[in-house]
């Protein structure tokens, strides 16, 4: 892939343009704001951006906003975006539009490099990628508004690695369980979600983002 890198930690910027070359991809530039990362993406188009969501000049969420306008401006490029905590409200925005080749993941996740690589693969596919904690946050509901209560464990295993963008086969390796089994578990899960006969959008995406929390 083709991929622009935004991150202000020069010593993670270089390292991650060292693993994504070794590993044959083309780093079209590494910059360290999300203005530049605007500006960067505008003059050379790539597959995919990988950015942190806090950046100079607030560290806030510089990073966040240049994804979201590469977005708008370039739907056809993909985004990654890195933080060092679980940001509910980040993860809730970017996952609020169209999430096809969106991923999420926590700087502890580029560690495990085998991880980090799978994401960004998936992300450049149009998949999705999302950090199994930031899931678990963004799903973490007390019992008593908890619209997922009806589901069962099981189900809301299953939805927690839909999240994550896995498909049915690799949230059955993932489960030790059949495929079928696990088609069976979505289907009661979207029947109970009242998601069984929605059309134009991805049930799977809606499944989670009804219930992010802010």
């Known amino acids: 892939m083709r991929v622009t890198l935004a991150e202000d930690s020069t010593l993670l910027r270089e390292g991650l343009v060292r693993l994504l070359e070794d590993e044959g991809h083309e780093v079209l530039a590494a910059v360290g704001d999300g203005q530049a990362l605007v500006e960067a993406v505008e003059a050379r188009e790539p597959d995919a951006v990988v950015v ?5 000049p607030t560290h806030t969420d510089e ?3 240049a994804a979201l306008e590469i977005r708008r401006r370039r739907p056809r490029v993909k985004v990654l975006v890195l933080s060092q905590y679980v940001e509910k409200k980040y993860a809730t925005e970017l996952m609020s ?3 096809d080749g969106v991923g999420y993941l926590l ?3 580029v560690a495990q490099v ?17 950090d199994p904690e930031v899931v678990r946050q963004l799903l973490a509901r007390t019992s008593h508004t908890d619209p997922l209560a009806r589901l069962t464990g099981r189900e809301r295993e299953v939805l927690e690695l839909m999240a994550q963008g896995l498909t049915n086969a690799s949230i059955a390796q993932t489960l030790h369980v059949s495929q079928s089994a696990v088609e069976k578990h979505v289907n009661a899960l979207f029947d109970k979600l009242s998601l ?7 049930r799977r995406v809606l499944a989670v983002l009804r219930y992010l929390g802010s």
Not at 114 to 130: C, I, N, P
Not at 196 to 202: A, L, M
């Open 107 to 109: 700087k502890d996740r």
């Open 196 to 202: 069984s006969h929605t059309t134009g959008y991805s």
């Open 97 to 99: 539009g169209d999430i």
């Open 52 to 56: 942190d969501v806090r950046m100079p």
């Open 114 to 130: 085998g991880d980090f690589l799978d994401a960004l693969e998936r992300v450049g596919a149009g998949g999705t990628a999302f």
């Open 63 to 65: 990073g966040l906003r």
